[in-house]
């Protein structure tokens, strides 16, 4: 998720994008521990973390 809601590209230019979810998969071992890293990194930039049915309903969805 990016904030400023641009990315660079490969040729180092930027574009625009919006992001509304994150699908976050794993089954590692280590795959608990990444989810809660990533929670906690999206939480300290002061990203809402919601259930997906509100994301949707939000969209009219």
Same mark, same amino acid.
């Given at each position: 998720?990016?904030?400023?809601? #641009?990315?660079?590209? /490969?040729?180092?230019? @930027?574009?625009?994008?919006?992001? @509304?979810?994150?699908?976050? #998969? ?7 521990? /990444? ?16 259930? /997906? @049915? ?8």
């Amino acid at each position: 998720m990016n904030p400023d809601a #641009h990315s660079p590209t /490969l040729d180092g230019t @930027d574009v625009e994008v919006a992001c @509304d979810t994150v699908l976050l #998969h794993g089954d590692s071992p280590g795959a608990i521990a /990444l989810a809660s890293r990533v929670r906690a990194q999206l939480l300290a930039a002061g990203v809402e973390i919601t259930s /997906l @049915d509100k994301v949707l309903s939000g969209k009219g969805v």
